[in-house]
């Protein structure tokens, strides 16, 4: 039987130590990272308080993590250009300007959502 040598030998508990360790990092180290976590906590609030039904506020309050996502892909992003170059490269300002695209778009498809939500919501339409 043939071993697959590129595959890491790793327990669940250790991916999800993994995960937390970045997780931990991400939430010290990077500043757009905290604004998308209070970003989370004050559009959770409001999702969940607001006269709609659970449907919708579930909806809401799931479309809150769509940029947390963006986020966290566009460090992981900036940290492998880091490490790669520390010297300008027009290829390495281009993955990093992609990245904050994604960051941006997911704001963007959030907040459509939140309008779509709300103006069925309060039938505004």
Known sequence: MKQNLNKPKHSLWKNGG???EGLLDITKNETSFKWQIFMLIVLGLVAWNLPITFAQSS???ISIFIP????VANS???????LVTSD???LA???KDV???LVILSLVVMSLIWIAVLIV???LL
Request: net charge negative.
């Open 99 to 101: 990245g904050a695209t």
């Open 121 to 123: 919501a309060f039938e």
């Open 68 to 71: 947390i996502l963006a986020e």
């Open 18 to 20: 993994y995960a937390l």
């Open 59 to 61: 909806i809401l309050f």
């Open 88 to 90: 300008y490269h027009v």
């Open 76 to 82: 992981a992003i900036e940290r492998v250009v880091d």
């Open 93 to 95: 300002k281009q993955a």
